[in-house]
Every structure is written in structure tokens, then in C-alpha cells.
């Protein structure tokens, strides 16, 4: 079993920038992709972006244009969100996802679940 826990998220102001980060506890050897899904209200969970755990290799959802960036520490088994530039239709639930085989696009494909965090982006 894995426990994924993200940190608090926050409110900001539209053109600001946020930082989270998810730490993932137990059997964390399994895991293969490690990423960050957003939901807003009466929307799907939809990928904001990916990370091979191995390779480190990022894949993009397309949501935020090149605005978020995924990192991770995998000594101290963290991963990171940078968003920079929000905009209010950034807000929403972020989730950090964790999958035990490839780097799925799909949430239905992620083994793993943090309790989310809430982003809210002012104008």
C-alpha cells in the first residue's frame, strides 16, 4: 500500500505563483509514474502533468500552456507542483496520482490517491 499526502494549497491572486507538493509513504518501490490531476466543480479529474519516477521524463497535460512544471525528490519520495502565471480558471481540487505501471493519461489508470488540495485563483 502507498499513502500519498499533498501539502495545503491556498488562494492567490491571478498572475501569481503556487507551489505544491505530495510525499508518498509506504511501499513507494512499486511505483512506476507519479502525477497531478485537477478537478473543478461538475468537471472530470483531468492530468495536469506526469513524471516517470526512473527517467524523470515529464509528460504535459495541456492544461496550464506550459505554466506547470512537475519535480520530484525521489530520496525523500516528493514530488512537486510549480505553477506560475495562475489564472482563475486554474482553480480547482489538485489530486496527486501515483500508478505501478507506465505513466497512464488517465485517472481511472492510477492506482493511488492523495486527498487533494484546493487551489483557489482570484482575478
Known amino acids: 500500500q502507498v499513502q500519498l499526502a499533498e501539502s495545503e494549497g491556498g488562494s492567490v491572486q491571478a498572475g501569481g505563483s503556487l507551489r505544491l507538493s505530495c510525499v508518498a509513504s509506504g511501499q513507494t518501490s512499486s511505483l512506476h509514474c507519479m502525477a497531478w490531476f485537477r478537478q473543478a466543480p461538475g468537471l472530470e479529474r483531468e492530468l495536469v502533468v506526469s513524471?516517470?519516477?526512473?527517467?524523470?521524463?515529464?509528460t504535459d497535460g495541456g492544461l496550464g500552456e506550459g505554466r506547470f512544471t512537475i519535480s520530484q525528490d525521489n530520496a525523500k519520495n516528493t514530488v512537486y507542483l510549480q505553477m506560475n502565471h495562475l489564472k482563475p480558471e486554474d482553480t480547482a481540487m489538485y489530486y496527486c496520482?501515483?500508478?505501478?505501471?507506465?505513466?497512464?493519461?488517465?485517472?481511472?489508470?492510477?492506482?493511488?490517491w492523495g486527498r487533494g488540495t484546493q487551489v483557489t485563483v482570484s482575478a
Open positions: 496520482a501515483a500508478a505501478l505501471e507506465g505513466c497512464p493519461w488517465y485517472a481511472q489508470d492510477f492506482a493511488y
Open positions: 513524471v516517470y519516477r526512473r527517467s524523470g521524463i515529464t
